[in-house]
């Protein structure tokens, strides 16, 4: 049976190492203003409401429209290129994701893509250094929408548009490593599969009760099994 498999990018597929540079950088550059990343806890979060949390944070108000998102997020891409150019930023696929994403792209009854809080650009700039990017198609993310319960259908959509056919909901699974990706999961009738590899140990998000839990993708054969019995 035809399943389309969305995975969140941090902490389910990859691990940033020092990730608050360009995203710190794009906020002074952005926004005049020296906010800081790690006052906040981005897991689970679209960048727009990250960008959000830091000034609330410091208690400084914002207010950017879709030029000011726009031109934010080409900076985060521009400073994360630069960054990890220079190898001062490091992006790694976690222990089998790259496995897993390839076994997947030799079935035709599965599909592989992303649901993400990243921009769609800086999201492309992570999954290309995590060399990722060739066996996902086209997602949704962050600048579909900044709210995340958003983007499952979108990502749906871009599959139905790209295969002219239908997919049910509960053929869609949802891959992520926070509780912020089930809520996105249930509020669509997805299934949901969450990883520890990310800020939550599998003890902890095995208590929000998704369909299935992993401590991580490392056994291929194991995740394709699952996912295919969801
Ligand atoms: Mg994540």
């Known amino acids: 049976m035809e399943r389309l498999i969305l995975f969140d990018i941090d902490g389910t597929l990859t691990r940033t190492q020092n990730g608050y540079l360009p995203f710190n950088e794009a906020i002074l550059e952005t926004f005049g203003f020296a906010g800081d990343i790690r006052t906040v806890v981005p897991d689970g979060n679209t960048d727009p409401l990250i960008v959000k949390d830091i000034f609330a944070k410091a208690n400084i108000p914002i207010d950017v429209d879709d030029v000011g998102w726009r031109q934010f997020s080409a900076n985060l891409c521009a400073s994360y290129g630069q960054h990890v150019g220079r190898a001062t930023t490091s992006v790694r696929p976690l222990p089998g994701a790259r496995e897993l994403l390839q076994a997947l792209s030799l079935r035709d009854d599965f599909t592989a893509s992303v649901v993400t809080g990243n921009f769609e650009a800086s999201a492309m700039v992570k999954l290309t250094a995590a060399g990722l990017d060739d066996y996902l198609i086209r997602g949704a993310y962050a600048s579909d929408s900044e709210h995340r319960p958003d983007l499952p259908a979108i990502a749906k959509r871009r599959w139905e548009e790209w295969t002219g056919r239908t997919l049910a909901p509960d053929r869609c699974v949802i891959v992520g490593d926070t509780p912020k990706d089930l809520d996105c999961a249930r509020a669509n009738r ?41």
């Open 190 to 230: 997805m299934k949901c599969v969450l990883v520890g590899t990310g800020r939550y140990p599998v003890e902890e998000l095995q208590y929000w009760r998704p369909d299935a839990c992993l401590a991580d993708l490392s056994d291929t054969d194991e995740v394709v099994g699952l996912l295919a019995r969801l």
